[in-house]
């Protein structure tokens, strides 16, 4: 029988074997996850080979929008249009600063025509006062989100719900049943595979996951631990707030303190906050802007678009320089700052940010640094000068912390996403 663990804001974790992770960097929000089950490598495989169930993000939302005015107001603060967003829909959306940075991104459901929810950190985002001009409720629901995806996730939950659900096609949702309780799926999949997300109270998310998971066990479903989740993001090409950048407070001279609550870390100078954010241009999501409205940040993300200066690409980090990293440890003198397996640093939240150079010149940053069991490659996502981020470009990572020892770690620019096979994958052939 598998145990369950309540943690702190009701987070649900699974599991007879599973190691936790704390985070209390924050006053007052301690946050225990759950790091592994089966171990890294194996999970780590589980989007390649069959599907993994993930409940790291319950408890995190969703956030729930609703009145006359929910429209109105969530148009202001979103680079995305409403206007062509039937209910039943999802959106992702990405709510920026007055210049332009990200300052919250995530999945936004329309549930009906005033009403809308918010998931994982997404908008209106941590920086919103709630106490906004127009006819809103805002409320945080403390709600389960499961994360199936896989190959084999359309199989699974066909399984456990006991009926067809090809009809839920890329970003949408409706209502199932499962272990005989009322669960929303909603199909997402932003890296490009077959990937699907369960939603309702807490108090129904253990029955709903023991479920999901014994469907799957002929499947060979994992549980995926915080400590693999995020491997996924760098092969897949999905930068993420608050791990492979941070999101920027509205104010600039807000930007310092609100990180300083986050894990800082890498060569880059901890004061400096720039090379720790972003902007939807520099993580290509610049395409989903419309400008037939006003927003935060318009003016910005616009100027941005006519002149582009940065881009995100996959940094593929040469395999004797990591090793001396390791090596170091064994010689005497000041060690290399080790490349935690299999992502560092293994904290969160935090903004990290490592110099990159070419021929001895800054040309942008490296954060988000993996290490891929699939590939058997380490890897990282850099935020290039648009010149240097061309196909087998070879740069140099400066890798450790500021102040620290620093090894300089040769890297070739890879293909964006990296992880290309079963992109999209198509329905049928999954649910076979």
Known sequence: MDSTFTAHLAHPFYGDHVLYHVHN????????????????????????????IHAGLSGSGPISIKGPDAKKYLQGIVINSLEKFPVGTMKHAVMCTEDGLIAAHGIIERKAE???ESFAGGPP?????PDVPFDVTI??????????????????????????????????????????????????????????????????????YQAVY?????????????????????????????WSFAVAAPRPEQRLEIMRQFEISGSVDPDDTRPRMRTPVEVSWHNMARFDHDFVGHKALAAEMANPKRTTVTLRWRAEDVLDTYASLLRPGAPYKPVELPYAPQRWPMAHADHVLKDGQ?????????????????????CLDLAAARL????????????????????TVARFPYLAEGRNSDLDVAAL
């Open 25 to 52: 960097r924050r006053p007052g929000f301690a946050t225990l996850r759950a790091w592994q089950f089966a171990g890294w490598q194996k999970e780590s495989l589980s989007w390649r080979t069959g599907c993994y």
């Open 392 to 411: 087998g470009t070879e740069v140099v990572v400066r890798w450790g912390d500021h102040g620290g020892p620093i090894k300089d770690i040769r890297a």
């Open 214 to 242: 014994d469907a799957g066990r002929a499947s060979g479903i994992e549980r995926l631990g915080w400590g693999t989740y995020l491997v996924n993001h760098v092969e897949g090409g999905f930068p993420q707030a608050t």
């Open 139 to 208: 409320e945080r629901l403390n709600h389960y989100l499961f994360q199936i995806a896989g190959p084999a996730a359309l199989q699974v939950l066909e399984k456990a719900a006991g009926e067809s659900l090809r009809d839920v096609r890329f970003l949408r949702f409706r209502d199932t049943r499962i272990a005989g309780l009322r669960t929303e799926i909603a199909r997402i999949g932003m890296t490009g595979g077959l990937a699907y997300e369960l939603h309702g109270p807490i108090e129904e998310g253990p029955a709903i």
């Open 114 to 116: 005033d009403h809308f």
């Open 125 to 129: 985002g941590a920086w919103m006062d």
């Open 362 to 382: 800054p040309v942008g940053w490296s954060s988000g640094t993996i290490y891929s069991a699939g590939f058997r490659e380490f890897l990282s996502l850099g």
